[in-house]
Antibody, heavy 119, light 107 residues
Framework: EVALVESGGDLVQPGGSLSLSCEASGFILRNYEMNWVRQAPGRGLEWLSYIDRSGDNIHYGDSVQGRFTISRDDAKNSLHLQMNSLRGDDTAVYYC????????????WGQGTMVTVSS | DIQMTQFPSSLSPSVGDRVTITCRASQSISTYVNWYQQKPGKAPKILIYASSILHGAVPSRFSGSGSGTEFTLTISSLQPEDSATYYCQQSYITKYTFGQGTNLEIK
């Protein structure tokens, strides 16, 4: 079965750092472009970051540019998100999502991991 | 950045009703729109990509249309399990953006 499983969510103080992971199973991660998307409590979806299959083409949303870093470890079939300088408005459920390869739609999503930024 | 304005923000239709949700893009984006369904506490699920292509085993009562700046998601005959929040997403540029969401609560 094709699946993504995120991990690493935690309670962190403002200004702190956290690293999220997303482990793929049932498919070969290196064959797909990948994304991170988050959802603050009671709010809508916010796209955060994209990485292509080679890892050379990366994009970020304005709200996380310069603070978050996406990377992939194809040997471990995993995707990562390094988050620095965390703020209260980064509190959200973080999802990794696979790019379908058509219209850049996200066809497989993880269950999400909760990040809470609070003192 | 491309803004996606989605409306209405909420709907309360009845089982069997036909429902239309609209997304308007701030600039022309061809057919680079995808639609998702999200139920409480769950990850979103892809319904339609490239404006009108139904994904996988999504029921045929769901359909999408539009190009340029205006896009619609239609559910032809609502079922109880369609109660959810629906989001559009533009994928024309790789600073993807979502609409604000439409909360569909079936009476």
């Amino acid at each position: 079965e094709v699946a993504l499983v995120e991990s690493g969510g935690d309670l962190v103080q403002p200004g702190g750092s956290l690293s999220l992971s997303c482990e793929a199973s049932g498919f070969i991660l290196r064959n797909y472009e990948m994304n991170w998307v988050r959802q603050a409590p009671g709010r809508g979806l916010e796209w955060l970051s994209y990485i292509d299959r080679s890892g050379d083409n990366i994009h970020y949303g304005d709200s996380v540019q310069g603070r978050f870093t996406i990377s992939r470890d194809d040997a471990k079939n995993s995707l990562h998100l390094q988050m620095n300088s965390l703020r209260g408005d980064d509190t959200a459920v973080y999802y990794c999502a696979r790019d379908l390869g058509k219209s850049s739609a996200f066809d497989v999503w993880g269950q999400g991991t909760m990040v809470t930024v609070s003192s | 950045d491309i803004q996606m304005t989605q409306f209405p923000s909420s709907l309360s239709p009845s089982v069997g009703d036909r429902v239309t949700i609209t997304c308007r893009a701030s600039q022309s984006i061809s057919t680079y729109v995808n639609w998702y369904q999200q139920k409480p506490g769950k990850a979103p699920k892809i319904l339609i990509y490239a404006s009108s292509i139904l994904h996988g085993a999504v029921p045929s009562r769901f359909s999408g249309s539009g190009s340029g700046t205006e896009f619609t998601l239609t559910i032809s005959s609502l079922q109880p399990e369609d109660s959810a929040t629906y989001y559009c997403q533009q994928s024309y540029i790789t600073k993807y953006t979502f609409g604000q969401g439409t909360n569909l609560e079936i009476k």
